[in-house]
């Protein structure tokens, strides 16, 4: 899942991870907006066994719940799932606090749904509760800290880019005296705490409806702004985001809706010319250099095409055939992606056994890298080509050019 995830998503940022001590008792507690993506990326990073609540459904099935206790899964009942079973909880909540008392981590949802819509909800206050009746069963000298990360999807799709930014620890220690005199006080003072910390790892905008509109101001102020390297460079690339959003958020219902018409006018104008965003920001070198590399990688792209093609067309099409919720839609695409891949690849290495020749050996152990080098050559031929019409309508003059500038000049405000 490790190499899918890395191929499935173009950069994938971790940043503030020495923030989570090792071999210490520790909630995380991060926003959920990719279904049991989020979880399952988290803990393909993590190197500790990362512990996490589900909902309840997904166990009923004997050989499921077998299957999901394995991976560390611990089932929560909700409302929905019926109200009989809501009791059962207090087994939950008792699961998660064997969990840190064993000096483990345990990750919660703390808004409690999954959703793509880039807002921030309320915390619930099951993880101020849990927290506190950990440590307070061990006279609070367990030392346990609770730990913001927020998972920021550029997108919910093939090749967006993640951004997981670990916030600021809290010491639930310091909550001793307040909880000793009023558990209810303790736990409501706990949960802003987190909220405020919270708020800190994420980037949302406050309507839910702008999201679209924000996800693609974000994609054009990254062209304007980063580079592949800036997260080394300890560029604070999610505060001056979260700065973008701000703006956002801040807009008029009209103001918005206005720069949403810009935008479509914008991705029209640059789909019907065959060109992306950045051909138009002139962050592009070595046209001919690029087009060299090309074509000596041409025939590595096509021995992965035939390498790879099948897998990656089975994943696509469980993603787009079987997910009725598009939260749900990149956590089936890496599942199936990351399976699927390694039963093929099992499947190719008893091709290589009937062939028996030491270059099909090869061709086949090398099966995973080709691929990376495969979609690094297609991303790098359809930039090729955007740039090249680019300079190609430029050598032109046509009018097409100030049109753009000028209406990408007006969505982009950050440039005022």
């Known amino acids: 899942m490790w190499t899918t995830m890395h191929f499935y998503f173009r950069r994938i940022i971790f940043a503030g991870k020495n923030n989570i001590p090792d071999g210490e008792p520790v909630i995380l507690i991060a926003n959920h907006s990719a279904s049991f993506l989020d979880a399952m990326l988290l803990a393909v990073l993590m190197k500790r066994p990362l512990h996490f609540?589900?909902?309840?459904?997904?166990f009923r099935k004997e050989w499921?719940?077998?299957?999901l206790r394995s991976f560390h899964m611990i089932p929560i009942y909700n409302i929905e799932h019926g109200k009989a079973d809501l009791q059962r909880n207090q087994e939950t909540f008792a699961e998660g606090e064997q969990v840190l008392s064993d000096k483990g981590l345990l990750l919660i949802f703390p808004e409690g749904t999954s959703r793509v819509e880039r807002i921030m909800l309320p915390l619930k206050k099951g993880t101020a509760r849990v927290a506190l009746q950990t440590e307070s069963k061990a006279d609070f000298n367990l030392g346990l800290k609770v730990i913001p990360v927020g998972i920021n999807y550029s997108d919910h799709r093939f090749r967006a880019d993640i951004h997981i930014q670990v916030g600021e620890p809290t010491s639930i220690q310091d909550y001793a005296a307040v909880f000793t005199e009023n558990p209810n006080k303790a736990i409501t003072q706990l949960t802003r705490e987190l909220e405020a910390k919270f708020s800190d790892t994420i980037i949302y905008v406050a309507q839910p409806e702008r999201t679209a509109?924000?996800?693609?101001?974000?994609?054009l102020y990254r062209n304007d702004t980063f580079h592949a390297l800036d997260h080394l460079r300890h560029v604070p690339i999610l505060k001056m985001e979260k700065e973008i959003c701000a703006q956002v958020s801040e807009?008029?219902?009209?103001?918005?809706?206005n720069k949403m018409n810009e935008l479509t006018q914008y991705d029209s104008l640059l789909q019907r010319n065959g060109l992306m965003d950045s051909s138009v920001t002139g962050r592009y070198y070595f046209i001919f250099g690029h087009l060299i590399l090309l074509i000596i990688g041409l025939p590595l792209f096509i021995i992965s095409l035939l390498l790879n093609a099948i897998p990656l067309r089975f994943a696509k099409w469980i993603a787009d055939t079987k997910v009725t919720r598009i939260d749900f839609y990149t956590s089936v695409a890496n599942a199936a992606g990351g399976f699927g891949y390694f039963i093929w690849w099992m499947i190719l290495f008893i091709v290589a056994a009937i062939i028996g020749k030491w270059w099909v050996w090869l061709a086949i152990l090398l099966t995973p890298l080709l691929l990376f080098l495969g979609i690094f050559w297609w991303e790098g031929f359809q930039s090729f080509l955007c740039h090249s019409r680019y300079l190609f309508l430029k050598w032109k003059k046509s009018p097409i050019l100030p049109d753009l500038i000028?209406?990408?000049h007006k969505i982009c405000f950050w440039q005022n």
């Open 53 to 58: 609540y589900a909902r309840s459904d997904i």
């Open 406 to 408: 000028s209406l990408r």
């Open 64 to 67: 499921a719940n077998k299957i």
């Open 251 to 257: 807009m008029s219902d009209a103001d918005a809706a």
């Open 213 to 219: 509109l924000i996800n693609r101001l974000l994609e």
